[in-house]
């Protein structure tokens, strides 16, 4: 019995070992083979997403389609497997599969899975691997994360965005129907007059319409505005406020000589903390 224990014991020593060793290379970025193995997949991601749109030429979806697909094919087995392998190795499962990250690289296999008329969502679906590209990259889901907090605010000025195009929208339609065929019509044109980007589809004709467009304009500018304050603020909090306080541990600027928030100063703590910068970092 003893024996037979210890026997299993060790086996199950050697198999959280295997996992460890495991969540090290798909998942720790801070160790050598951690950094190889996810350049190599963001290697192959990237070649996968270049090959996808060569697909779309028709002189070389003529010439190598057949080639594209199976490596296609072969692409999509690597990434399967790598998904299982990360369920496997993840200290939390339920954590990873239910993810940001964990629901792309699900996203990313279910091309897989489909086939026949369903080519034009498994185009779709392709477009998962520029988002794995993407969040490889630790700047970006550092900017992801800086703007968690405003997401409320973000999408309070997003809601008001859209609720004022469709309420222009249909006012527009109303004073000139000859021109906007219908709401839809007059909402797109809303928001694009908003965003003062100005396709020029869509053109109003009377005095009426034309104050409105110049109004819509004035509360675009000003409305997007706030969009883009809410997003420098975030980020430039990410960029500058890079350091902690020893002393109270809140997030200061690395040119601060003083804690705004305890005043303790930072030239102090670095020199009598054996000049370790990373204390006050």
Same mark, same amino acid.
């Given at each position: 019995? /003893? +024996? @037979? #224990?210890? %026997?299993?014991?060790?086996?199950?020593?050697?198999?959280?070992?295997?996992?460890?060793?495991?969540?090290?290379?798909?998942?720790? =970025?801070?160790?050598?083979?951690?950094?190889?193995? @996810?350049?190599? &997949?963001?290697?192959?991601?990237?070649?996968?997403?270049?090959?996808?749109?060569?697909?779309?030429?028709?002189?070389?979806?003529?010439?190598?389609?057949?080639?594209?697909?199976?490596?296609?094919?072969? $692409?999509?087995?690597?990434?399967?497997?790598?998904?299982?392998?990360?369920?496997?190795?993840?200290?939390?499962?339920?954590?990873?599969?239910?993810?940001?990250? #964990?629901? $792309?690289?699900? !996203?990313?296999? +279910?091309?897989?899975?489909?086939?026949?008329?369903?080519?034009?969502?498994?185009? *779709?679906?392709? +477009?998962?691997? $520029?988002?794995?590209?993407?969040?490889?990259?630790?700047?970006?889901?550092? +900017?992801?994360?800086?703007?968690?907090?405003?997401?409320? *605010?973000?999408? #309070?000025?997003? #809601?008001?965005?859209?609720?004022?195009?469709?309420?222009? %929208?249909?006012?527009?339609?109303?004073?000139?129907?000859?021109?906007?065929?219908?709401?839809?019509?007059?909402?797109?044109?809303?928001?694009? =007059? &908003?965003?003062?980007?100005?396709?020029?589809?869509?053109?109003?004709?009377?005095? *009426?319409?034309?104050?409105?467009?110049? =109004?819509?304009? &004035?509360?675009?500018?000003?409305?997007?505005? &706030?969009?883009?304050?809410?997003?420098?603020?975030?980020?430039?909090?990410?960029? @500058?406020?890079?350091?902690?306080?020893?002393?109270?541990?809140?997030?200061?600027?690395?040119?601060?000589?003083?804690?705004?928030?305890?005043?303790?100063?930072?030239?102090?703590?670095?020199?009598?903390? /054996?000049?370790?910068?990373?204390?006050? !970092?």
């Amino acid at each position: 019995m /003893g +024996l @037979n #224990g210890g %026997g299993f014991s060790d086996k199950r020593k050697s198999t959280s070992q295997f996992r460890e060793k495991l969540n090290n290379f798909l998942f720790n =970025t801070e160790t050598l083979q951690g950094r190889v193995t @996810n350049f190599l &997949m963001l290697g192959v991601i990237i070649t996968a997403v270049f090959l996808s749109m060569l697909s779309t030429v028709p002189s070389i979806q003529s010439g190598w389609g057949d080639f594209i697909d199976r490596v296609e094919f072969w $692409v999509l087995i690597l990434f399967t497997v790598e998904y299982g392998c990360r369920i496997y190795a993840a200290h939390n499962r339920w954590q990873y599969i239910k993810s940001f990250n #964990g629901i $792309v690289d699900l !996203i990313t296999i +279910l091309p897989l899975l489909l086939t026949g008329d369903s080519i034009v969502l498994v185009r *779709l679906l392709r +477009l998962a691997r $520029v988002i794995r590209v993407a969040v490889s990259f630790p700047v970006v889901r550092a +900017l992801f994360l800086s703007l968690k907090g405003s997401i409320k *605010l973000l999408m #309070g000025v997003l #809601g008001t965005i859209f609720l004022i195009s469709v309420l222009v %929208g249909n006012a527009i339609f109303i004073l000139e129907p000859q021109t906007f065929a219908n709401a839809f019509e007059g909402t797109w044109w809303s928001l694009v =007059t &908003m965003s003062t980007v100005g396709y020029g589809d869509f053109v109003p004709k009377s005095v *009426l319409g034309k104050s409105l467009a110049a =109004t819509l304009i &004035m509360a675009g500018i000003c409305m997007f505005a &706030m969009v883009t304050a809410v997003i420098s603020v975030k980020v430039g909090r990410m960029v @500058n406020y890079m350091k902690l306080c020893a002393g109270c541990r809140h997030s200061i600027s690395p040119d601060y000589k003083y804690c705004p928030h305890c005043a303790l100063a930072q030239k102090f703590c670095s020199q009598n903390l /054996g000049e370790n910068n990373d204390v006050c !970092i």
